[in-house]
């Protein structure tokens, strides 16, 4: 054997450990994503010391599954268990990052993506082997949870914090102008806009139709008139999209899975007036993996972008950019679109999303 193949015992030993705790750890998340689900968390926070069996009643679950989900949560750190008495309690430092009331900052929500990418793992084996990709349908509740975790990051900061980004922009939604969301999802964040600026008008484009379907009814329902939806797909934007069109335009979260991000960025750029204002959400991090080594959600986004952003664009034909294409990645496409002005910042609620306040 030589020197550089003889293994470090401690060192081994120190990763197998870390290895078993990352089962548990990874075992603790798809339980979280299944106690956001059942509604388990917010059924404990209102039931303080409770049995199994009253908290299955209270959250109207069968009572063996709720035990022994209770079971790896009590063993997992996360809920105490009072073995005199038989009683579970969440604490309530656990509770304000783990309910519905704790949003935005519910980090169950996001602990769906898990399970949500974990349902295509054989398509993304096959495509190791094989090339290719995995289009958006094969994904269970993909939209359902993109809008729910939208409705934390984006929805809850949306008029606090977003629009300030942008001065001036505020005075001009009120006054009335033309504002475009791409890649809009379920279009809650447009939805909202809408209703606050009824001078303005809103168009939202998704190629998902039974998105845009969702959206449509939920405007429907809350009477918006100042706002359409559309089945678009953006990858030919850069030919299609009408020149000066639109006075504002939004991507959140939506360039770096697209099949041809810079065609959507060239739309962008063409589709937008002079005086007109660019405004994308997208992950924040560096381009260089190295670069990434202490980002707080580094391994997550990497393994997102491997089973979901990665292989919805490579499927569509498209370059497969991946979550992480990182701030030097994105500068150099907002530049080769056409873009003179690029301005970077973060939100204190979110060390996930960089904003990028862009103009022409
Ligand atoms: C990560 S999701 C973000 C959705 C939404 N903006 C949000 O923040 O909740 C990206 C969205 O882009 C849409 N999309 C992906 N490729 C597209 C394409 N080629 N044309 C139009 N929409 C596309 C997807 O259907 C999806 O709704």
Redesign the pocket.
């Known amino acids: 054997m030589s020197a550089s193949t003889v293994v470090d015992q401690d060192a081994s030993g120190a990763f197998a450990e870390r290895m078993l705790g990352a089962l548990n750890e990874a075992s603790l998340v798809i339980m979280t994503s299944v106690g956001h689900r059942t509604g388990l968390f917010d059924a404990l926070d209102a039931n303080p010391d409770t049995t199994s069996m009253e908290l299955a009643e209270a959250a109207n679950l069968n009572e063996r599954y709720v035990r022994e989900w209770l079971a790896a949560m009590t063993t997992g750190r996360v809920v105490e268990f009072a073995p005199a008495t038989g009683r579970y309690r969440l604490p309530p430092e656990h509770a304000v990052w783990l309910t519905r009331r704790a949003s935005p900052d519910n980090l169950a929500v996001a602990a769906q993506f898990i399970p949500v990418t974990a349902t295509v793992e054989d398509d993304i084996v096959h495509a190791f082997r094989n090339g290719g990709g995995v289009p ?1 349908e094969r994904y269970a509740r993909f ?1 359902e949870v ?2 729910e975790e ?1 409705a934390q990051t ?1 929805g809850s900061v949306l008029f606090t914090h977003i629009l300030p980004l942008v001065p001036g922009l505020e005075e001009r939604l009120e006054q009335g102008i033309r504002v475009a969301d791409l ?4 279009g809650a964040s447009l939805l909202a806009l809408a209703r606050r600026f009824p001078q303005s008008s809103f168009t939202g ?4 139709a039974d ?1 845009v379907e969702y959206a449509r009814a939920r405007a429907a329902d809350e009477g918006a008139d100042n706002l359409t939806y559309e089945v ?4 030919t934007f850069d030919a299609d999209a009408t020149p000066e069109s639109f006075d504002f335009i939004t991507t ?3 360039v770096h ?3 041809d991000p810079l065609a959507l960025l060239t739309g962008i750029r063409r589709a937008l007036a002079e005086d007109g204002i660019y405004l994308m959400q997208d992950i924040a991090g560096s381009s260089h993996v190295h670069e990434n080594l202490e980002h707080p959600g580094g391994t997550f986004l990497y393994t997102v972008s491997c089973m979901h952003c990665m292989p919805v664009s490579l499927e ?1 034909g498209g370059e497969g950019l991946g979550t992480l294409w990182g701030e030097q990645k994105a500068r150099e496409l907002l530049e080769a679109a056409g873009f003179e002005s690029v301005e970077i910042s973060q939100l204190e609620h979110d060390p996930f999303n960089a904003y990028y306040v862009v103009r022409p």
């Open positions: 958006y939209h993109m809008a939208s984006v890649g809009c999802g379920r484009y998704d190629f998902s998105t678009r797909d953006l990858t959140f979260d939506a899975d697209q099949a569509q």
